[in-house]
């Protein structure tokens, strides 16, 4: 609540400080400590697929306002968090409302588990601070689930109706890359791949509407599946929120984008808020721009990860010789194995996004010495307890 870059901005610019977020002073803030959560399992090793948990959240000022459960970094659903045994509970899609105002919550909880060991934790929230706790719990099982099913959606823009706005080559090229990329997966990292194009020349175009619209597509996988939302585009930062530009935006009479009818940081980091492992790639200018606050917000309630292509107001680039985006290109190679050592097969997300970042701040820089217009080029991973995952296996 107390976080307000903005009014440093202001300051320095001297310009007058804008409203601040916080609606109590420091005094009343210092009062209002996290809930306690109290976890407990019936039994931390055992051989059936669920584990019964006891749960009490108490709150000696404020009463709780939600609670998220999450596996292995997975957000539990509405349809699990259905089962909870307790008073003044509503589940909602990813997490159990509190309702009656009340200050402590008690609940049984049968939780899905996952052969081997499951880090189950909770989350309270009272509308000013949250507490976590988890738990160790063994599934003993002979068992193997299936491969998971991955969903993605890809969205590519080159070209703008708004001709003042400059055209782009390669992400549409991008956007394909990326899905064709993930689609070879299927049958050996994954039981299926559902994939859709939002993009020029395709079906749906990616207009601010269709974007919106097809984000809700990505709400159709399962539990257990792996999410990814891929953007590919101009994007924009301004008064500290990321923008993605699709293809029906314009510029104002000031030669700025008009955010009203851009998609929003809120609009992409709403993908995180729902069950299922999630990822998200922009490839995009600014697009490390997306707002520090809610980002952090978003990924402690989500555990989801974030990657972008540049940092503050960096230029994500493009070169004809790869025909894509460097920052999709060395992706699309890190999936086919290009930075595993030792004869590695499985290809896990952290470790690719590091190897991404490192490969691409130095080709670019590489590429571009001793030019008229010499670039930098950081990717940024944001993420907070996203759980490792082998993302893709090489042959």
């Known amino acids: 609540m107390f976080y307000n870059p903005e009014v440093v901005q202001a300051r320095l610019a001297d310009r007058p400080d804008p409203a601040s977020k916080a609606s109590l002073n420091i005094?009343?803030?210092?009062?209002?400590?996290?809930?306690t959560v109290t976890l407990r399992a019936a039994n931390t090793t055992v051989t059936s697929a669920t584990a019964d948990i006891s749960v009490t959240i108490s709150d000696k000022n404020q009463p709780s306002k939600n609670i998220k459960v999450l596996v292995n970094g997975t957000l539990l659903g509405g349809g699990d968090l259905g089962k909870a045994n307790g008073r003044g509970l509503a589940p909602g899609k990813t997490s159990?409302?509190?309702t009656d105002n009340l200050k402590e919550v008690s609940f049984n909880l049968p939780v899905p588990l996952e052969p081997g060991e499951n880090i189950i934790e909770v989350a309270a929230f009272n509308g000013y601070t949250e507490n976590r706790r988890s738990?160790?719990?063994t599934w003993r099982t002979t068992q193997r689930l299936p491969p998971p099913n991955l969903r993605i959606l890809a969205i590519g823009v080159n070209k703008y109706d708004d001709s003042r706005i400059r055209s782009l080559n390669y992400c549409v090229s991008d956007a394909q890359g990326i899905i064709d990329s993930f689609k070879?997966?299927?049958?050996r990292r994954y039981a299926k791949v559902d994939s859709l194009l939002i993009a020029d020349g395709e079906a749906i175009t990616p207009t601010a509407a269709n974007i919106r619209d097809k984000l809700k597509w990505l709400d159709q996988a399962g539990p257990r599946d792996v999410i990814i939302l891929f953007l590919a585009g101009h994007g924009i930062t301004a008064d500290n929120n990321f923008y993605f530009a699709p293809k029906d935006v314009s510029l104002t009479t000031g030669n700025t984008l008009d955010t009203a009818k851009a998609i929003s940081d809120r609009d992409i980091l709403s993908v995180l808020d729902a069950p299922g492992k999630r990822i998200i790639f922009i490839d995009a200018c600014q697009s490390g721009g997306v707002d520090g606050n809610l980002m952090t917000r978003v990924l402690m309630e989500s555990n989801g990860l974030v990657f972008t292509a540049a940092q503050g107001s960096e230029r994500s680039s493009e070169f004809e010789d790869l025909k894509h985006g460097i920052f999709t290109y060395s992706i699309m190679e890190g999936l086919r194995g290009k930075y595993n050592t030792r004869g590695a097969k499985d290809i896990k997300v952290l470790p690719l996004s590091v190897s991404v970042a490192d490969y691409v701040?130095?080709?670019v820089e590489r590429r571009t010495r001793g030019t008229?217009?010499?670039?930098?080029q950081n990717p940024k991973v944001y993420s907070l307890g996203f759980p490792e995952l082998t993302i893709a296996e090489t042959e």
């Open 184 to 187: 070879a997966q299927a049958g």
């Open 135 to 137: 738990l160790s719990v």
């Open 96 to 98: 159990l409302g509190v």
């Open 361 to 363: 701040s130095k080709e």
């Open 27 to 35: 005094q009343q803030a210092a009062s209002f400590a996290p809930p």
């Open 372 to 376: 008229r217009e010499p670039l930098t």
